[in-house]
């Protein structure tokens, strides 16, 4: 029989390599006490998950897990496309009930305001009875709810159905995401939560683009709650047809019950038949636990702050997109509502781009890092770029929302909102449940009742903001906030470590690179390899130590180095960062080039310096794309620095090795021709040993020919 457990109110966030909960990590730990890793002694009674136990839902089939993620997924996007669906058809409503801008705000903002009751109820009672019972459960009103919307009959009614909506749509959007963590472990989960991420920001991009063109086709506005209601009945039936339960605490349950029933003997029990808290210690520690959290500490203060704003801004842009597209460039309503699509769009890049470049490292850091977590501030390498990315596109949405730019300007620059919005939430969220695993469950309902508020009070303010201070303002007021908050990842990054050091609810858990073998007793190195970002530092230093049998003795130190397979592999990923930021600059250059020269007015018969209009705009902005090619290089190659620069020095006197022997082996270019031209010059594409030996055949390789050629 495996060993004991003693389940918490976090029980649902899990992150271990060894497909273990973290409750069981550290037995008996709550989340108003210090954090420690002890253990209790074998119980033959308790019943736990064997090896590939059937009951383990991380031990499902893969197509099986999947299934259960998407579905998380779309029950996510359900909730969110609800939140914003009626936002391009307000007018309507108002119209037909009699109420003016400002209440219609409500109608979103009351939806959003019900999100805050997820953390507090839904996710602490759905660890009690299990995730499946609470979504059904809540479904089934939120369904009922949505036709109270279509067919109220005033304003009063409409509000406070849109309130009961919200507070049963909150379910979903706090249980789903637990789904996934009960379904996946630490070195895939954040593959599976990438791809969930981008159902909260589809939703909100999906919601107006349907209720605009419900508006431009002239049908009744209750239509777009009769949808809601449609789209809400398939995602119930989805539940009670498709939906496994996948709570480990319950399905411990179960298979304790099954072993009761099969043996005999009732002594058999689960983890959670175990835990003996009373109903005021339970209601004290959901209501009382996250908002200490909050309170005591600075790392998830500077978080929520900052998830809190950017998710105001998301629900902000529903009431200043109809200004900027709809009143400033005269577009229809459903036209106006496609605007959205590129925040969506943005997202699906941003979840590429994780994926591919993001993702792959931090499976390496976990390989490396076994069997110990990998420290959190590996999760913030992504909003390096996002939150720099953030402010940038509010200031050029903003500058380029006058109505003589084409609305293909801010259009786009809504795509790089969602790409650079979709990294920050996600690198955030993960960046809490890695600091603080077993109280993640608190330091997320405290984020997610924060960030509630802000979402429903920033539309509220919103269209007084953007016609007062009309868009261009506006939106510089916005970017200079998010620019404000631009440093929050890199004080993270340097300070995160002792900030976690001295917190009462973050584990106490190693977090270094642990030792290939035990040292000896007389000799142990010191100096473990240090390792930033994926390249290990070799060490060097070496000190002796009094041992049990010999007398004390020392070694001298030698200079820390960095070994050269280390510096290839960090040269070849420094390149990655350069080629990974020409893209947007590259696409800003194009959007930019194409806005400017695109709305100067322009005489087709009047040549300009001699070339034709069409001819000379259109090399400009193939020219702006030019110079965002240029600058890209040069802005990755910026902030791969920073992300380095604890290590620049050792880093740069490889550099000038590196470069004399280039210099040394290279070939002389003035032997070229058009049969033998010169192989990598400047050694640029080397990126390993193996690299580097393939330049030098290639290098020999021209020499040869090139006295061929004299010798002929």
Request: aromatic residues 12%.
């Amino acid at each position: 029989m495996s060993m004991s457990i003693a389940p918490s109110a976090s029980a649902s966030v899990r992150d271990s390599s060894d497909n273990r909960t973290l409750v069981e990590a550290g037995d008996g730990v709550r989340d108003d006490q210090p954090r420690t890793l002890s253990r209790e002694e074998k119980d033959p009674w308790l019943v736990e998950f064997d090896d590939q136990d059937a009951y383990n839902p991380k031990t499902w089939s893969r197509s099986s897990r999947w299934y259960l993620t998407s579905l998380g997924g779309l029950l996510v996007l359900n909730a969110t496309f609800a939140s914003s669906a009626p936002s391009e058809i307000v007018t309507m409503i108002g119209q037909d009930l009699g109420f003016g801008m400002e209440v219609g705000s409500l109608i979103i903002a009351v939806f959003v305001a019900g999100y805050c009751v997820g953390p507090i109820v839904w996710g602490p009672v759905s660890e009690r009875v299990g995730r499946r019972p609470i979504l059904i459960i809540s479904f089934l009103f939120y369904t009922g709810f949505q036709v109270g919307c279509a067919l109220s009959p005033n304003t009063g009614s409409l509000i406070v159905f849109r309130l009961l909506g919200g507070l049963f749509a909150s379910a979903p959007l706090t249980v789903s995401g637990a789904i996934v963590s009960d379904l996946w472990d630490a070195k895939t989960r954040g593959k599976a939560m990438t791809m969930f991420s981008v159902a909260p920001f589809a939703g909100p991009a999906l919601g107006p683009t349907v209720s605009g063109w419900i508006a431009q086709s002239g049908t009744d506005w209750r239509w777009i709650f009769w949808v809601l209601t449609l789209f809400a009945g398939v995602c119930l039936a989805l539940i009670v047809l498709t939906l496994k339960e996948t709570y480990a605490p319950i399905l411990l349950t179960r298979k304790a019950h099954r072993l009761r029933k099969e043996t005999g003997d009732s002594r058999y029990y689960s983890p959670l038949q175990a835990d003996k808290q009373t109903f005021s210690h339970r209601v004290k520690k959901v209501l009382g636990t996250p908002f200490e959290m909050l309170a005591k500490e600075p790392i998830l203060q500077a978080l929520t702050v900052y998830m809190s704003f950017v998710y105001g801004c998301v629900y902000l842009l529903f009431e200043a997109y109809p200004i900027v597209f709809t009143e400033g460039h005269g577009l229809n309503p459903g036209v106006s509502g496609l605007m959205f699509l590129p925040i969506f769009i943005g997202g699906v890049l941003g979840c590429f781009i994780y994926l591919i470049f993001f993702n792959p490292r931090y499976v390496r850091y976990v390989d490396h890092y076994a069997p110990n977590p990998v420290p959190p501030e590996k999760r913030l390498e992504s909003t390096l770029i996002a939150a720099p990315l953030l402010a940038i596109s509010f200031f050029a949405f903003g500058w380029l929302s006058y109505s003589w730019i084409s609305y293909w300007a801010p259009m786009m620059m809504g795509g790089l909102l969602g790409f650079s919005i979709l990294l920050i939430f996600f690198t955030l969220f993960n960046y809490i449940v890695d600091t603080y695993l077993f109280a993640a469950a608190s330091a997320l309902s405290a984020n997610t009742i924060v960030r509630s508020i802000f979402g429903a009070v920033f539309p509220l303010f919103a269209r007084q903001m953007f016609q007062a201070m009309n868009p261009r303002w506006a939106c510089t007021l916005l970017g200079c906030f998010a620019a404000l908050m631009i440093p929050i990842p890199f004080i993270l990054i340097r300070y995160g470590p002792k900030l976690r050091s001295r917190s009462r609810f973050a584990p106490d858990l190693p977090m270094g690179v642990p030792e290939k073998a035990p040292q000896e007793e007389v000799y142990h190195e010191l100096s473990q390899p240090l390792r930033l970002h994926g390249a290990r530092l070799v060490a060097t230093r070496r000190t002796a130590v009094t041992g049990a049998r010999f007398a004390s003795t020392s070694a001298a130190e030698a200079p820390e180095t960095l070994s050269w397979p280390d510096y290839l592999s960090i040269r070849k990923k420094k390149r990655k960062w350069e080629m990974a930021m020409t893209v947007p600059c590259v696409l800003a250059g194009l959007v930019g080039g194409a806005s400017y020269f695109g709305s100067l007015e322009m005489d087709p018969t009047k040549p300009i310096f001699g070339v034709d209009p069409m001819i000379f705009f259109g090399g400009a902005t193939f020219a702006s794309m030019g110079l965002g090619y240029l600058i890209g290089p040069i802005a990755g190659s910026q902030l791969w620095r920073t992300t380095h620069r604890r290590t620049m020095s050792l880093i740069e006197a490889r550099d000038r090795q590196f470069h004399a022997h280039i210099v040394k082996n290279r070939v002389d270019p003035t032997s070229q021709s058009a049969t033998n031209p010169v192989p990598d010059f400047y050694g640029e594409k080397i990126g390993s040993l193996k690299d580097y030996r393939q330049w030098l055949r290639d290098q020999a390789r021209y020499k040869r020919k090139a006295r061929w050629t004299e010798d002929e």
